[in-house]
């Protein structure tokens, strides 16, 4: 499913041009430009890096996370695009659960396909799937535990 929405995604960035990758995402402070870099890092992140760059960013996750979009953000948005297709299949992840990759993919194409006015029709295992992990993983690591402890459907 991955792979699938990884794939999608530069379908859909191979039609637009400069100035709508340097519009902001609905990552705040981050263009969609840098959101594509970050979702290039985060698929080359394997278990060792992760823990490696975020001792390197002195633990602090916002530090990592913008060390990673810098190195990741080609010098235009046709490379960038080239990035993220080269690591399309690949099937590292950071520690944490393998769901986490379908978030990052799922809510981070909304990230970037939303300012673009792209609809995109997920598979629906993969927003379950995305959903049901926000709701156990607490906000401080980018869930939403706390958000929905009081809401029942």
């Not at 690591?141 to 402890?149: R, T």
Request: hydrophobic residues 35%; charged residues 30%; proline residues 5%.
């Amino acid at each position: 499913m991955v792979h699938v929405e990884r794939a999608a995604l530069i379908d859909d960035l191979s039609h637009h041009d400069k100035d709508q990758w340097d519009r902001p995402s609905l990552c705040e402070g981050w263009s969609v430009h840098d959101v594509v870099a970050h979702l290039v890092n985060s698929a080359r992140t394997t278990r060792l890096s992760f823990v490696a760059s975020l001792i390197r960013a002195r633990f602090d996750f916002d530090r990592q996370n913008a060390e990673g979009v810098r190195r990741e953000r080609g010098s235009s948005p046709q490379e960038t695009l080239t990035r993220l297709r080269q690591v399309a299949s690949r099937r590292s992840a950071p520690p944490g659960s393998l769901d986490s990759r379908l978030v990052e993919e799922v809510v981070h194409g909304e990230d970037i396909r939303r300012p673009l006015g792209i609809a995109h029709p997920y598979l629906p295992d993969a927003v379950t799937r995305s959903l049901r992990l926000q709701t156990r993983t607490p906000a401080a690591f980018g869930g939403a535990k706390e958000l929905i402890a009081g809401v029942r459907l």
